[in-house]
């Protein structure tokens, strides 16, 4: 029996607001985060990613209230990241309704973290998030962190191959050079990345029609994509883009 691929909307939360930019920068609000869950839950979402892109200690605390907000409205899965250092940060976020946790930045400054949350919460509940930048040089997928802002030196397959061998049991990959662009996914990276590790992986950056989300659903065995301003902005409707998945012979759920 196929699987049927995931079509996930992104939720980046700042101050309590949904926001979105272009290559990680200049962020706009776009509304309240129950609001936009529900609204994308009835329209067909399969899943949900809320990221907490300013992950201070007053805003780990604005997003707990929000997961929590979140979780009792809306009932497809929640992934939830943003500035999680500890196993004591999954807790909380789990506690308050996280079907599944990511962790980018801070799984690179200690892998241990990706191994301690999967014996606690299982391989299911924690997703290895890698932000990858394609570096034409040096000719390799680059790993960022810190938002995107900090370059690692990492390869970025080698190290997805890392994350699934220390517990993670799905990977987010974000191509930064397609983030925001509407110009397509990368599909190199997610035909490279299939290759090489065999947990579900959500391909994020680059959605900007319905013919990018086919083009990557039928060029890669990827299980899940990711988008967030083609639908913040009603440019692409969920219900719209199933229907044609579906007719293009992709496995969806409607």
């Known amino acids: 029996m196929t699987l049927a691929k995931r079509i996930v909307p992104a939720l980046d939360i700042k101050n309590g607001q949904v926001v979105k930019g ?78 599944k946790i990511f962790v980018n930045s801070a799984a690179v400054k200690q892998p241990e973290l990706i191994t301690k949350g999967a014996a606690i919460f299982g391989s299911q509940a ?73 947990v579900p992986i959500i391909a994020s950056g680059g959605a900007g029609k319905i013919e990018d989300f086919t083009a990557l659903l039928t060029q890669t065995t990827v299980d899940a994509a990711l988008a967030a301003s083609v639908f913040h902005l009603g440019e692409i409707a969920l219900p719209q883009l199933k229907q044609t998945l579906k007719q293009e012979g992709v496995a969806i759920r409607i």
Not at 41 to 50: I, M, N, T
Not at 79 to 89: F, L, M, P
């Open 22 to 99: 272009v290559q990680f920068e200049n962020l706009r609000s776009v509304g309240d985060p129950v609001t936009v869950a529900k609204a994308y839950e009835q329209a067909g979402a399969d899943e949900l990613v809320l990221l907490d892109i300013t992950a201070t200690l007053e805003e780990r605390d604005t997003m707990m209230t929000i997961v929590n907000a979140i979780s009792s409205v809306v009932f497809i899965p929640l992934t939830v990241g943003g500035g999680i250092r500890s196993t004591q940060d999954m807790t909380r976020l789990i506690k308050a309704g996280a079907d």
């Open 126 to 198: 924690i997703v290895g998030a890698i932000d990858v930048k394609w570096e034409p040089k040096s000719k390799f997928y680059q790993v960022y962190v810190a938002g995107g802002t900090q370059p690692t030196g990492l390869n970025a397959i080698s190290w997805a191959k890392e994350m699934v061998a220390l517990g993670a049991g799905e990977l987010l990959v974000t191509s930064m050079d397609a983030d925001g662009t509407k110009n397509g996914y990368d599909i190199d990276l997610y035909q490279q990345l299939t290759e090489v590790v065999s």
